[in-house]
Every structure is written in structure tokens, then in C-alpha cells.
């Protein structure tokens, strides 16, 4: 007599390991790498350069004749 399983039986069964670990680190990495580029992105210092701005404008408001 011959048992019958089912496909979800037998790919359990008959599932790799040493590959799930791989694709485990693998996915782990991935993970790593964008929340590494997105923490290196937030902590980047920008550099605006507000009082030139102000202080252009205000020249030109100084210039302008009257």
C-alpha cells in the first residue's frame, strides 16, 4: 500500500538547508545595506547658505535707486 502525501508534504521534506541559510544571509545583508545607506543619508550634513541669501537680497534692495 502506498501513502500519499501531499506537495506541501513533500517539499518539506525534502527541503534544502544549507540553502535557506544562504538565502537567510543573504536576505540579511540586503536588509543591512539599505538601513546602513539610509542611516549614512540621514546623517549627512548639508550645508545651506542662509546668510548669503539674506544678504544678497538685502544688497539688492540697497542698489536699487530710489
Given at each position: 500500500?502506498q501513502?500519499f502525501?501531499?506537495?506541501?508534504?513533500?517539499?518539506?521534506?525534502?527541503?534544502?538547508?544549507?540553502?535557506?541559510?544562504?538565502?537567510?544571509?543573504?536576505?540579511?545583508?540586503?536588509?543591512?545595506?539599505?538601513?546602513?545607506?539610509?542611516?549614512?543619508?540621514?546623517?549627512?550634513?548639508?550645508?545651506?547658505?542662509l546668510?548669503?541669501?539674506?544678504?544678497?537680497?538685502?544688497?539688492v534692495?540697497?542698489?536699487?535707486?530710489?
Amino acid at each position: 500500500m502506498q501513502n500519499f502525501e501531499s506537495t506541501y508534504a513533500l517539499l518539506v521534506r525534502s527541503e534544502e538547508k544549507k540553502r535557506n541559510v544562504l538565502e537567510i544571509l543573504v536576505y540579511a545583508l540586503f536588509i543591512l545595506s539599505a538601513v546602513f545607506s539610509i542611516w549614512q543619508f540621514a546623517h549627512q550634513s548639508v550645508a545651506f547658505p542662509l546668510d548669503r541669501v539674506t544678504n544678497a537680497s538685502a544688497a539688492v534692495i540697497e542698489t536699487r535707486p530710489s
